[in-house]
């Protein structure tokens, strides 16, 4: 019986996360949830974003997924710490959810020399105050400045990240955090979908700004986590196979994800029960 590895996104950012995890991780199955039909979650309240993230981590959880990731910083903001305190009890304490935002913030100790960061992300992801929380638990030294960017996500899915015309927005939301701490030395892309933007945010910074994409972090926290955990990894199939399951349509979540992946995809679209 498959038992793959699960990654949930509220939307197709997640799938950023999903290439860096397979590109590390080649042998294991994955299992990618998108909650297409009901996205975005960044502008909704914490008891909505929580009961959406538990609705697709059931689901998973039912397909045979040991381990799911929460490729959403707006649902590891808003509903992990709860999902793993009080659900994963009730529901099975063999399985395991983990998110994004503590393998990126930890990253960060080993690049900022000033000790000032700043965290770009949605309205949800910056308002809850998630990245301040984590970081100031393992590096209480350094100063935090968040800037919400509330139309990244919109021109990444509406194919305009890579068009002249996003130019002013990248550049808008740059000049914004620099000129509230100038002193910033690494910028945070808090959101999956930022890297397809990353040449065009690199094209407004100093050079001298670290910009940290959170695939590659988050793809070597999970080969070390299942290297430490073997009861869990040992419950991970590998079939190298990858299926995606969409709450939109098939077709329009193929078109989409041609934006982040290359090659062709699986996809079965659900309906919540």
């Not at 986590?225 to 869990?232: M, N, W």
Request: glycine share 8%; charged share 20%; with cysteine.
């Amino acid at each position: 019986m498959s038992s793959p590895l699960g990654i949930f996104d509220s939307g197709y950012g997640g799938l950023t996360i999903l290439d860096e995890i397979r590109r590390r991780l080649p042998e294991y199955d994955y299992l990618y949830l998108g909650d297409n039909a009901r996205t975005p979650y960044g502008t909704r309240s914490f008891e909505v974003v929580y009961e959406y993230t538990r609705q697709a981590v059931l689901k998973l959880f039912e397909a045979g997924c040991p381990l799911i990731i929460l490729a959403c910083n707006t649902a590891s903001a808003k509903a992990l710490r709860t999902i793993q305190q009080k659900d994963l009890p009730l529901i099975d304490s063999q399985k395991r959810v983990l998110g994004v935002i503590r393998p990126t913030v930890e990253s960060i100790g080993a690049l900022t020399h000033t000790r000032h960061v700043g965290i770009l992300g949605t309205p949800g992801t910056i308002s809850s105050g998630s990245y301040p929380l984590e970081i100031q638990k393992l590096f209480p030294d350094i100063t935090v400045i968040g800037e919400a960017c509330p139309l990244w996500v919109p021109l990444v899915e509406n194919g305009e990240h890579d068009k002249a015309g996003a130019d002013y927005f990248v550049r808008q939301h740059l000049d914004a955090i620099l000129e509230k701490d100038p002193a910033i030395d690494t910028l945070i892309l808090g959101c999956t979908h930022y890297p397809l933007l990353i040449d065009k945010i690199k094209k407004y910074l100093p050079a001298r700004i670290h910009v940290v994409s959170q695939g590659k972090y988050v793809a070597a926290s999970l080969a070390d986590y299942l290297s430490r955990h073997p009861e869990i990894k040992q419950r991970c199939s590998t079939g190298g196979s990858c299926r995606f399951l969409t709450t939109e349509s098939e077709d329009k979540f193929a078109t989409m994800a041609s934006v982040f992946l290359q090659g062709s995809l699986r996809v079965e679209r659900i309906n919540w029960e």
